[in-house]
């Protein structure tokens, strides 16, 4: 079945770095992919949608200068955390719709961030 | 705007015993609704999904929940728990009637003892 790979799966950085993480489609072209964010003990929270060929669309509350976006190809979407602080540190999942209407995700494993 | 609140952040069952997780959605429009399961330190995986077909809807391991129109629920039932049921359980709603990005309930945490 189709699947969402994320890389890396955990990652430790120091505050005011920045950090990319990739989301890719492995075996389907995905035009739209969802980054959430996931808290310790929390829900998902959803961030942005990420848009293939144009600019993606942030949640309201979410720094779109600070949690960049980039989908340059049909199975690639990356989330860049620029200048990271310690309450960056979170659980990032993305998701690519399995079909166009379907409703239904695939979800990525997630990829762990600690800022120090 | 589309949401789920998941009754109960914490249900506790003996190993046998009936489970019974309750979701309940707003949703202006025909909702896709979903439950999904998170083990710890896991990604998600998806149990069942509600997409406007028969209301009772049959998912993995088990499980399988009612779609209620007049409740506005969408709870999680599973007959007998087992010890490897324990674990994180979210509900959730389409954002639009495309189904696209999923909102999520807080969540609700299944202990089973035995």
């Known amino acids: 079945g189709a699947v969402v790979s994320q890389h890396p799966s955990w990652v430790i950085c120091k505050s005011g770095t920045s950090v990319k993480i990739e989301c890719r489609s492995l075996?389907?072209?995905?035009?739209?992919m969802f980054w959430y964010r996931q808290f310790p003990k929390q829900s998902l929270m959803l961030m942005a949608t990420?848009?293939?060929?144009?600019?993606?669309?942030?949640e309201q509350g979410v720094e779109k200068d600070k949690f960049l976006i980039n989908h340059a190809s049909l199975t690639l979407s990356t989330l860049t955390v620029t200048s990271a602080h310690p309450e960056d540190s979170s659980f990032y999942i993305c998701?690519?719709?399995?079909?166009?209407?379907?409703?239904?995700?695939?979800f990525g494993p997630g990829t762990r961030l600690t800022v120090t | 705007a589309q949401s789920v609140t998941q009754l109960g952040s914490h249900v506790s069952v003996s190993e046998g015993a009936l489970v019974l997780l309750r979701c309940n959605y707003s949703?202006?429009?025909?909702?896709?609704l979903f439950w999904y399961v998170q083990y710890p330190n896991q990604g998600l995986q998806l149990l069942l999904k509600?997409?406007?077909?028969?209301?009772l809807v049959k998912g993995i391991n088990g499980f399988e929940a009612e779609f209620k129109k007049s409740e506005t629920s969408f709870h999680l039932t599973k007959p007998s728990a087992h010890m490897s049921d324990a674990a994180e359980y979210f509900c959730?709603?389409?954002?639009?009637?495309?189904?696209?990005?999923?909102?999520f309930g807080k969540g609700t945490t299944l202990s089973v003892s035995s």
């Open positions: 075996d389907f072209q995905a035009t739209t």
């Open positions: 998701s690519a719709p399995k079909s166009a209407g379907a409703g239904e995700q695939y």
């Open positions: 949703s202006s429009v025909p909702p896709y």
């Open positions: 959730a709603v389409s954002k639009d009637q495309a189904g696209t990005a999923l909102i």
């Open positions: 990420s848009n293939e060929g144009s600019k993606a669309t942030y």
């Open positions: 509600y997409t406007s077909a028969a209301t």
